[in-house]
């Protein structure tokens, strides 16, 4: 993955202003296409299969005018009259009335109707309109709720008081405050202390800026076709935001470091997005990954809430990826910090590793980079003071039990109130103080109790009862006796007498453990009713739903969390091949997570600091937060480990010191972690003043989520359980190696990729090996071929194909060097495999039955696209296995394109296969005879035949068991100007060649075999 995104990264560097132009392009697309097709968030917190979304369902079907959304329009009169009055029930009865003829209403039930359940307070002051639109909140149209309040006005005018709730009156607008706004001013500060520089410090919140407005353009564009959550598009600006700035952070960081010690601009682009962009796509996938999981939990519009989040992810990925090299590649030498200052200084600090060679940089001596190139010179600047970050790490490894007690008692008491974590959807009650929403929801708690705010509907099947009546009247009375009930309305079919609703109005409000446990009684009650009335019931209305969906939320959340936790200890074992780090990450982890919840719980239900932090009301936290704060917390806690522990590995790789490893590791990834995390702590508490219900609690978690894994965990208990555990932080049992795929967070594939290319660089032939080391192969082999030639390849077959199919890029060497048509190997085998094509002469697999036109133009059409095909590239094929026929003796007839392959002798077949090798256009072609006839040649026309097959620009390599015995004079007339020369593997190698003509036969093949 190093290596793609090197070559990634100098593409954009260097093609910098046609990526920028591609972004801005991408989006004023989307951005334009979501605000044409006027996409608008809404809520839809319904969980498909569920009781009381089945029991929604079915009246949709059966009594639609009691299925669709519903309002309620709260009517309070002036000071000193009565709604009883004869005027203000007049006026009240006629709007009531006229609601009924407004577009899209079902029914209006006026408080003053026989089907009114305690619509008029008991004081008389206020009086309740339900009003039932005819589909669901989502589908009610704008127009209709201003119709209503048009409606509404009308006794405004008369002096009464108006508020109006339910859920298609929920707020479901998105805009940023000042305080959001506050949280990047924040950034950039945090941005201008790490780097030093307004330009460098402008540039990762450029690039956060573009990737959230693609992902809101995303969000907006999704929202025209399908359900978004109000929620969803501030989530996704607030993980967008956090991340694009993180993770520009990140590579801007190495490639600024990498400029202080004298790389060059480009070379410094490409490697940070190599090797930091490589940890930016494993902490961006992790995340995505965890966001994505939420789409098995089963419920629509977490989902929803998931993919967005994830989708600007995915764009602060991509951003970070492409445009900001771009970007890097327009400023050039800008970035590059000024000799002496401290960016400089802390840059060429982190580089020394230690004290080793520090006064040679401090008085400016030549700084190698890392490319093996000549050594650039660093800027003469002082020896830099231990930052802040090794004093830390010092006090931390002096006395590394002490922090861990310290750390997991401090964690372990804020997650105590996590115990009595509480979950429910929002209500009214989580609205901001003055809407329209949340006076209604007061004044109806105030004059009728906070149970009216949540009414729970009981629907019965009546289709079994002959006495629908009577009981339609029992089945209440039941209801009314259920503890916790406060009234039940009476029973009102439909008009079909199919289907009747119960209106049951609890004592409590609607998001209180008391009202999920009445529903749990009233589901209990079903048994009974039915063998008592034959009437099957349901628990539905929006209280039911909303517990329900709570209900299977919090039935996830362990599952749910095992599933990350899991996913973490493998990812991280992958990454760096230990078992006690991902262990140790993992428990991190969970007390990260443990930390937030507790303090979520202490300030959101149970008050605590509540107004400091502009909490209007108190009550249970919103259902999705626990697996939605899971989902993201992982992800971020996996950045903070890999960019910290990586560092720790590699040093520990190259020294073997594990206590060194943690300090060295420590301070060099320190710096960084710090401004991320401050970064994202401050854009995430950003949302929490002035953000909506939801928002404040799930800004609030994540922001004391990151602070608490950042600082605490991955900065205090990491070193710490590192230093205890020594050497044994790295141990990976044998088997467990060999089944975990190797992650190459570090890059240090494309250090040997880098080291390959660059020696490959210096060859000149078309294949180059020293000191090759072949699996199964013996060796070491060490050879020269130059372009154009043919090389005799001798040793047993299996050696011989072992060796081919490592020349070819279809296996990896495991010792010594090999570069192939300017391609170091194995690093490059991709493009050496399409380049190099392989043909076995002892293979049976070819269809006798096939012509040898049809074989030669079927490989000649997968070889090349159809507009540069040659129609007459069979026949020139044909005749050149025909001239090498006849040049070989033997009295062999020629061949044409009507001939089977099946006809053909086994010299004809041979130079027929060979010629199909040739015609994928490859410029060289390994060819081996096998174990079969030619296989042991007593002369060299073979080899000469095989030579005349190719272009005299195609490098050939032919494996034979052994060379032929004829000099090599006596064939330099058959194969031209073709040098010709002897690679042999086998085990007691003598250096030869087959010289022609034209061409000292000691430099044929250079560097034989030894």
């Known amino acids: 993955m190093a290596t793609l995104l090197y070559r990634i990264g100098r593409f954009a560097y260097r093609r910098a202003w046609y990526v920028v132009i591609g972004w801005v392009l991408v989006l004023g697309a989307i951005l334009g296409g979501g605000l044409a097709l006027g996409g608008q968030t809404q809520e839809s917190f319904t969980i498909p299969g569920t009781e009381s979304q089945q029991a929604i369902d079915k009246l949709d079907t059966l009594f639609p005018q009691a299925a669709g959304a519903g309002a309620t329009m709260v009517v309070s009169a002036p000071d000193g009259q009565n709604v009883n009055d004869d005027p203000v029930k007049q006026e009240i009865s006629d709007v009531a009335d006229g609601i009924t003829d407004l577009d899209q209403v079902a029914s209006v039930v006026s408080p003053y109707s026989e089907y009114a359940t305690d619509a008029i307070s008991e004081d008389g002051t206020t009086a309740l309109i339900k009003v039932q639109f005819d589909g669901p909140a989502t589908d009610v149209k704008d127009s209709s709720l201003d119709a209503l309040e048009d409606a509404g006005q009308k006794l405004v005018d008369e002096g009464l008081t108006v508020s109006y709730t339910g859920e298609v009156f929920q707020s479901t607008g998105f805009g940023l405050t000042i305080t959001e706004v506050f949280g990047v001013v924040f950034a950039f500060v945090?941005?201008?202390?790490?780097?030093?520089?307004?330009?460098?410090?402008?540039?990762?919140?450029?690039?956060?800026?573009?990737?959230?407005?693609?992902?809101?353009?995303?969000?907006?564009?999704?929202?025209?076709?399908?359900?978004?959550?109000?929620?969803?598009?501030?989530?996704?600006?607030?993980?967008?935001?956090?991340?694009?700035?993180?993770?520009?952070?990140?590579?801007?960081?190495?490639?600024?470091?990498?400029?202080?010690?004298?790389?060059?601009?480009?070379?410094?682009?490409?490697?940070?997005?190599?090797?930091?962009?490589?940890?930016?796509?494993?902490?961006?996938?992790?995340?995505?990954?965890?966001?994505?999981?939420?789409?098995?939990?089963?419920?629509?519009?977490?989902?929803?809430?998931?993919?967005?989040?994830?989708?600007?992810?995915?764009?602060?990925?991509?951003?970070?990826?492409?445009?900001?090299?771009?970007?890097?590649?327009?400023?050039?030498?800008?970035?590059?910090?000024?000799?002496?200052?401290?960016?400089?200084?802390?840059?060429?600090?982190?580089?020394?590793?230690?004290?080793?060679?520090?006064?040679?940089?401090?008085?400016?001596?030549?700084?190698?980079?890392?490319?093996?190139?000549?050594?650039?010179?660093?800027?003469?600047?002082?020896?830099?003071?231990?930052?802040?970050?090794?004093?830390?790490?010092?006090?931390?490894?002096?006395?590394?039990?002490?922090?861990?007690?310290?750390?997991?008692?401090?964690?372990?008491?804020?997650?105590?109130?996590?115990?009595?974590?509480?979950?429910?959807?929002?209500?009214?009650?989580?609205?901001?103080?003055?809407?329209?929403?949340?006076?209604?929801?007061?004044?109806?708690?105030?004059?009728?109790?906070?149970?009216?705010?949540?009414?729970?509907?009981?629907?019965?099947?009546?289709?079994?009862?002959?006495?629908?009546?009577?009981?339609?009247?029992?089945?209440?009375?039941?209801?009314?006796?259920?503890?916790?009930?406060?009234?039940?309305?009476?029973?009102?079919?439909?008009?079909?007498?199919?289907?009747?609703?119960?209106?049951?109005?609890?004592?409590?409000?609607?998001?209180?453990?008391?009202?999920?446990?009445?529903?749990?009684?009233?589901?209990?009650?079903?048994?009974?009713?039915?063998?008592?009335?034959?009437?099957?019931?349901?628990?539905?209305?929006?209280?039911?739903?909303?517990?329900?969906?709570?209900?299977?939320?919090?039935?996830?959340?362990?599952?749910?969390?095992?599933?990350?936790?899991?996913?973490?200890?493998?990812?991280?074992?992958?990454?760096?091949?230990?078992?006690?780090?991902?262990?140790?990450?993992?428990?991190?982890?969970?007390?990260?997570?443990?930390?937030?919840?507790?303090?979520?719980?202490?300030?959101?239900?149970?008050?605590?600091?509540?107004?400091?932090?502009?909490?209007?009301?108190?009550?249970?936290?919103?259902s999705f937060l626990p697996i939605l704060l899971m989902a993201i917390l992982f992800g971020l806690a996996m950045d903070y480990e890999v960019f910290l522990v990586s560092g720790m590995r590699e040093e520990f790789v190259k020294t073997g010191d594990a206590r060194r490893a943690v300090r060295i590791g420590f301070q060099n990834g320190a710096r960084v972690v710090t401004a991320a995390a401050l970064i994202m702590f401050f854009v995430f508490f950003a949302f929490v003043p002035e953000g909506e219900g939801p928002i404040k609690a799930i800004a609030l978690a994540l922001a004391v989520g990151v602070f608490v894994d950042a600082f605490l965990v991955r900065m205090t208990l990491v070193p710490a359980v590192m230093t205890l555990l020594g050497r044994h932080a790295w141990y990976l049992p044998r088997w467990l190696g060999r089944i975990l795929p190797n992650v190459d967070v570090e890059g240090e594939s494309l250090r040997e990729h880098l080291d390959e290319a660059s020696w490959a660089s210096k060859q000149s032939a078309a294949i180059d090996a020293s000191e090759l080391v072949v699996d199964g192969a013996g060796g070491p082999h060490s050879f020269s071929v130059p372009a154009g030639s043919l090389a005799v390849v001798t040793g047993d077959t299996a050696t011989r194909r072992l060796v081919g199919a490592a020349i070819a890029g279809r296996i990896a060497p495991s010792v010594g060097r090999l570069q192939v048509l300017g391609h170091g190997l194995p690093s490059e085998s991709g493009d050496v495999a399409r380049r190099v094509t392989l043909v076995d002469l002892d293979s049976r697999r070819l269809d006798s039955t096939v012509t040898v036109g049809d074989a030669l133009n079927e490989r000649l059409a997968l070889g090349s696209p159809w507009f540069r095909r040659d129609k007459h590239a069979a026949s020139r094929l044909v005749g050149r296995v025909n001239s090498s026929l006849a040049a070989a003796g033997g009295g062999e007839a020629p061949i044409d394109v009507h001939r089977t392959l099946g006809e053909l002798s086994p010299l004809a077949l041979s130079l027929v296969t060979v010629a199909l090798g040739v015609a994928d256009g490859a410029p060289l072609v390994v060819v081996d005879a096998g174990d079969g006839e030619f296989a042991h040649p007593s002369g060299t026309a073979f080899v000469a035949a095989v030579a005349g097959i190719a272009d005299p620009g195609t490098t050939l390599l032919l494996g034979l068991s052994a060379a032929p015995a004829a000099h090599a004079s006596s064939v330099g007339t058959a194969l031209g100007d073709r040098m010709l020369g002897r690679i042999d593997l086998g085990s007691h190698p003598s250096p030869s060649s087959l010289g022609t003509a034209s061409a000292d036969p000691a430099s044929a093949v250079k560097g034989l075999s030894r």
């Not at 992902?215 to 359900?227: E, Y």
């Not at 190698?368 to 650039?376: E, L, Q």
């Not at 989580?430 to 209604?440: D, F, K, L, Y």
Request: negative net charge.
């Open 190 to 622: 945090v941005l201008l202390v790490t780097f030093g520089s307004l330009l460098t410090a402008g540039l990762p919140l450029l690039s956060a800026l573009i990737g959230v407005g693609v992902a809101m353009g995303g969000i907006t564009l999704a929202a025209a076709f399908t359900t978004v959550s109000s929620t969803a598009p501030t989530l996704a600006v607030m993980i967008g935001l956090a991340v694009g700035i993180d993770y520009a952070l990140f590579i801007l960081s190495r490639h600024r470091t990498q400029l202080a010690l004298g790389m060059d601009p480009e070379e410094s682009a490409a490697r940070s997005v190599a090797t930091a962009g490589a940890a930016v796509v494993f902490a961006g996938l992790t995340v995505i990954i965890a966001l994505l999981g939420l789409l098995v939990v089963g419920i629509p519009f977490l989902s929803v809430m998931g993919v967005a989040a994830a989708f600007a992810v995915l764009a602060a990925v991509c951003i970070a990826m492409t445009l900001l090299p771009a970007i890097m590649g327009i400023a050039r030498g800008k970035l590059v910090p000024k000799a002496g200052s401290r960016a400089a200084r802390r840059a060429i600090a982190a580089n020394e590793h230690g004290h080793e060679d520090a006064e040679g940089r401090a008085s400016g001596a030549p700084v190698s980079n890392s490319s093996g190139d000549a050594p650039a010179a660093a800027p003469a600047t002082k020896r830099a003071k231990p930052s802040l970050g090794g004093r830390w790490v010092a006090l931390v490894m002096k006395a590394p039990i002490v922090f861990i007690v310290l750390v997991v008692g401090l964690l372990g008491a804020a997650s105590i109130p996590a115990a009595s974590l509480d979950l429910n959807l929002p209500t009214a009650a989580s609205q901001p103080e003055g809407s329209t929403t949340r006076t209604a929801y007061d004044t109806i708690a105030e004059k009728f109790g906070e149970g009216s705010n949540g009414t729970v509907v009981v629907v019965a099947d009546i289709t079994q009862t002959t006495d629908i009546q009577n009981d339609l009247a029992g089945i209440r009375s039941d209801l009314e006796a259920v503890d916790g009930v406060a009234s039940v309305g009476q029973g009102l079919p439909d008009q079909t007498l199919d289907t009747a609703i119960f209106q049951v109005v609890p004592t409590t409000a609607p998001d209180s453990p008391e009202t999920k446990e009445l529903v749990q009684r009233l589901r209990d009650l079903k048994g009974e009713i039915e063998d008592q009335y034959d009437v099957p019931i349901t628990v539905s209305g929006q209280t039911a739903v909303a517990i329900d969906v709570s209900t299977q939320l919090t039935n996830a959340l362990l599952p749910f969390g095992v599933l990350v936790v899991g996913l973490s200890i493998i990812l991280l074992a992958m990454v760096f091949r230990s078992i006690a780090v991902p262990i140790k990450a993992a428990l991190g982890f969970l007390l990260t997570v443990g930390a937030s919840f507790g303090v979520t719980v202490a300030v959101f239900q149970d008050g605590f600091a509540a107004d400091l932090l502009n909490v209007e009301s108190t009550g249970p936290i919103i």
